[in-house]
């Protein structure tokens, strides 16, 4: 480094902060080691001009001078930070609880409608009647048969299978192979 | 504030010995922000006994005597418990205080400002001087009044940086400056305070 050092670095330098180079151009260099020197002897000056201490006792009086003063104060204005969450949830709960029910979305579930249509809810855990591979055979089979009553009086495959002449079994057992190789 | 959180407070204000111990004493003076926060006079009173000496002598070196240094800090201390609701703890309350202090000091000089003689940026280069001998009562006084015949923003940032011993950051943070021109004015500062040094002793029998 040739050139003289700035006035931030030679602070830096007072500082013992400054970069190797900075340093070792204050070592080599006359005119800034003069100047560095200088700033030293004034810091150092300046730092042992004590301020005249008080007495102990000062202390307290000043403590009570403060308090006192602040006894004459209004309180401190205290951050409402923590409100926001209790407006903000008292705001949702009102609005819920003034909000008339919305015709789409009943409180009570409706009874289904009287129609011959199965209607599966949104929420059902089946499978929906066209990716249900069982339902065609079933439909199959009790359509062909004509012997839809035998489910609704809730005798079941089992009794009504038992109820079935030999051709019948097998006209079933054919029924299903085929739907079994349609739905594969 | 619970009690737990004053306890820590008092036992570790001045515990600053190892970064444990200084972590330890932050986290206690958070508590008791908070705590002034909530309205608790006796938090305020504790924060007013840890700083009181160093915003006194902030004071003083501005104002140069102790009346006004009193009543100064004592305002300083007012306007804090005013306006502690809206601290944030963005800076340390350390650095929020001596922001309030050093602008009380400023309104002061402010106020004061015919009665005061102060120096243009810059003073001629005296010859230089080579002695540091321990200062007397006499010759403190005589760095104290020039310190105080600096420029404001030069002052400012000689006392904060000289004899409360911030970082630059910190001061520039207090002063709403930045670190650059912190540096720039205590390099002024420092040249200035010496030709008034040596001005004044040019001018003594």
Known sequence: ?184 | MSGEGLALALGLASAVARPDDAAQAREAERDLVGACQRGEREAFDRLVERYQREIYRLCYRYVNNHEDANDLAQDAFLKAWRAIGRFRGDSSFSTWLYRIAVNACLNHRALKRPLLQELPEVLPDPAPRADADVLSADESRRVRQAVGQLPERQRATLILKVYHELTHEEVAQILGSTVGTVKSNLFHALGNLRRLLAGGEEKRP
């Open chain 1, 1 to 184: 480094m040739t050139r003289h050092l700035t006035d931030e670095q030679l602070l830096d330098v007072l500082e013992d902060e400054a970069a190797i180079a900075g340093r070792e151009h204050a070592s080599g260099c006359a005119a800034c080691a003069m100047r560095v020197a200088g700033l030293r002897d004034t810091l150092q000056r300046a730092r042992r001009a004590e301020v005249p201490e008080p007495s102990p006792l000062y202390w307290q009086a000043f403590r009570r001078g403060v308090g006192r003063r602040i006894a004459d104060e209004p309180r401190p204005v205290r951050p409402l930070g923590w409100l926001v969450p209790l407006l903000a949830t008292a705001a949702l709960v009102a609005v819920v609880v003034a909000r008339p029910p919305r015709a789409s979305v009943p409180l009570r579930p409706e009874p289904p409608p009287a129609t011959s249509e199965a209607v599966v809810p949104a929420w059902s855990a089946l499978p929906p009647a066209e990716q249900d591979g069982s339902l065609p055979v079933l439909e199959a089979f009790v359509v062909a048969d004509g012997e839809a009553a035998a489910w609704e009086e809730g005798r079941g495959l089992g009794a009504f299978e038992a109820g079935l002449s030999d051709e019948e079994s097998q006209a079933l057992a054919d029924g299903l192979r085929q739907s079994k190789g349609g739905a594969l």
